[in-house]
């Protein structure tokens, strides 16, 4: 395993900067998911990291070496990739053996290699098999074998699940996870879709821009956003955002913090609305409220209400959370101060 570290680091495009003195450390060991929308500069970051892209200006140091100018095969990182780049004439085998007959490794020691990497992911009967005659999944096996048996410091994975249908993605998450703690390796993951960060990440690291927006486990980015950016990206569905009417500032909730009730309630915010859609999800049902021009998602583990029945929405104190007018949390103790619990209470 091995640690990760930017320093100073920027990268252009054409003379337009992506990404402008980075300085970001990535834990030895953990599994590192780089989430955020498309063009944020997550996958920048990883093709900088496996020497493909080199950076601009600034430094990148793995397990505290830099290898700014150490070429990609020499850096001890494997890159899995979102469209597997099998070779489709080869066997599972020839595949997974190719880069270790390229590094000279002998047939003893391949065949060694192959067999315990197959075993561990599942492939043991498929090492005959072309990649045509597999499944999606069983071809990111192989990606992932082939990844393995050159024994990295650092995993690198570029969206590696796109390709998958939703419930094969679900199992090949589950499959990763148990993978990266037999492997016990630094893994980089990235990706767009902030279920898969919150459900396979030790720590997320959520850009946009080109810049950090947060970093922090699932729990922390989720519960403890640092501004509104990450408050609405992370969730789904997303918080719900309103305006408070007074110095720029915006209010926000979670949609299972919020409680619907015919009669009127007491909570700290609380307003008459009319439902008016209902998504029955199985065990939950998400109702869209409207209030005044404004919309607001409550997740219910109760289906006992009707679009275009009138409701109460309310939402108790300790669950709201306030952003100033440039997007950034604010305090409990400043909110308290400006009085803007009260101001919420008149809404």
Known sequence: MASIEFKN???????????????????AGKFTVLVGPSGCGKTTLLR???????????????DGKDVTDLAAGKRKVAMVFQNYALYPTMSVRQNIEFGLKNNKVSKAERVKLIESISSLVGLSEYLDRKPSALSGGQRQRVALARAM???????????????????????MRTELIELHKKLGTTFVYVTHDQVEAMSMADKIILMNKGEIQQEASPKEIYHEPNNLFTAQFMGLPPMNVGELGLDGVKFGFRPESANLTIEPNTKHLSFRGKIVTREMLGSETLYQVKYKERSFMVKAFE?????????????????????????????????????????????
């Open 303 to 347: 289906d006992n209400l009707s679009v275009d029945q009138e409701v109460y929405l309310g939402v108790d104190k300790y669950k709201l959370y306030f952003f100033d007018s440039n997007g950034q949390r604010m305090e409990a103790e400043d909110v308290i101060s400006r009085d803007y619990f009260d101001v919420l209470r008149r809404y």
């Open 48 to 62: 900088m990291i496996a020497g493909i892209d080199p950076q601009t200006s600034g430094s990148v140091l793995i």
């Open 9 to 27: 680091v920027t990268k252009k495009f054409d003379k337009q900067p992506v990404i402008d003195s980075l300085n970001l450390t990535i834990e």
């Open 149 to 171: 048996v050159k024994k990295p410091a650092v995993f690198l994975m570029d969206e590696p699940l796109s390709n998958l249908d939703a419930k094969l993605r679900v199992q």
